[in-house]
């Protein structure tokens, strides 16, 4: 069992940056695969960015070059910097991950990215 927190969402101008953590307890060990998703208002939830337990990275293509996905062990904690922020970034993004043999999948609560123009 996983439990997933995130924070540090906010309303930021088009250009700026936040930071987005995600807190996990729980069966941290277990976890194989963490990423962020996000989903803006009438469209599907679409992912982010992921990170494995070996610590590769992928991103889809409408934020690579702007978005870093990290992670502290130590803390237990996924972090989401977002630079060069866009309007089109305007969503609830979600913490999630994958833990288990069974790869289950366990979903934060969201925390709420907004982008004025």
């Known amino acids: 069992q996983v439990q997933l927190v995130e924070s540090g969402g906010g309303l930021v101008q088009a250009g700026g940056s936040l930071r987005l953590s995600c807190a996990a307890s729980?069966?941290?060990?277990?976890?194989?695969?963490m990423g962020w998703h996000r989903q803006a208002p009438g469209k599907q939830r679409e992912l982010v960015a992921v990170?494995?337990?070996?610590?590769?990275?992928n991103y889809t293509d409408s934020v690579k070059g702007r978005f870093t996905i990290s992670r502290d062990n130590a803390k237990s904690t996924m972090y989401l910097q977002m630079n060069s922020l866009k309007p089109e970034d305007t969503a609830v993004y979600y913490c999630?991950?994958?833990?288990?043999?069974?790869?289950?999948?366990?979903w934060g609560q969201g925390t709420q990215v907004t982008v004025s123009s």
């Open positions: 999630n991950a994958l833990a288990g043999i069974l790869a289950k999948t366990y």
């Open positions: 729980g069966s941290i060990s277990s976890i194989t695969v």
């Open positions: 990170i494995t337990r070996g610590g590769s990275t």
